[in-house]
Each structure stands twice: as C-alpha cells, then as structure tokens.
C-alpha cells in the first residue's frame, strides 16, 4: 500500500482533528457542568441573603414591637395611683425612647443611602 504525501498529510491531519473534536466536546461538557453549578450556587447564596435580610427585618420589628410594649407598660404603670413610680422607672422610658429612636435614625439613613447608591 503506498501513499502519496498529500494522502498522507490529509490522512495525519484527519487523524489529529478526531482526537482534538473529542477532547474538546469533553471539555466542554466539563465547562456546562461547572458553570450550572456555579449558577446553582449563585442562586442559593441570593435566596441565602434574602433570607438573612429578611430575619434581620423580623428582627428589627421584634425590638422596636418590644420597645413599644415597655413603654406602655411603663405609661399605665404611672397612672396607677398606688404603684409609686421611682426614677428608675423614668429612666428606662427615657431609655427606651432614645433607643428606639436610634434604630429609626440608623433605618432611615441605611433607607437614604440604598436609595442614593
């Protein structure tokens, strides 16, 4: 059997191109699988944050809930004529106010700057 070179040149670079389509299809299937996975925990890790985002709101509404309570309990408190009321009971409606006053603060200026961004 004889070959010519050109026969042979086609003959060699079809046989360089078969292993190349191979390997490049592997890679490739490789690159889709990777990138899915990639994208599934992209997904994961937004529905991740938006979790912690919203138990941190929970969280927020539960303190300020929980500030309002002592304060009208602290109110009905005073108006009892017999439950004498000392300082302390003063001190920490005023504690309570401020607190609660700076959550708003902060909320509202966290509010302002996610807007402006």
């Known amino acids: 059997m004889s070959m ?6 086609l003959a060699f670079i079809a046989a360089m191109g078969i292993p190349g389509a191979i390997t490049g299809f592997i890679v490739w299937r490789f690159q ?3 990138e ?15 979790a912690r985002e919203d138990l ?10 929980a500030i309002t309570l002592a304060k009208a309990t602290a109110r009905a408190v005073e108006r009892i004529p017999d439950a004498h009321c000392n ?9 309570a106010e401020g607190v609660e006053r700076k959550i708003r603060d ?3 200026t966290q509010g302002v700057k996610a807007v402006v961004k």
């Not at 010519?4 to 040149?9: K, L, S, Y």
């Not at 941190?56 to 809930?65: K, R, V, W, Y």
């Open 106 to 108: 902060f909320l509202q």
């Open 32 to 34: 889709r699988k990777i």
């Open 4 to 9: 010519t070179v050109g026969e042979f040149a």
């Open 56 to 65: 941190q709101i929970l969280h927020t509404q539960g303190t300020l809930a």
């Open 87 to 95: 300082g302390d009971m003063h001190a920490a409606l005023d504690y």
């Open 36 to 50: 899915k996975r990639d994208s599934e925990r992209e997904q994961a890790a937004a529905e991740q944050e938006k």
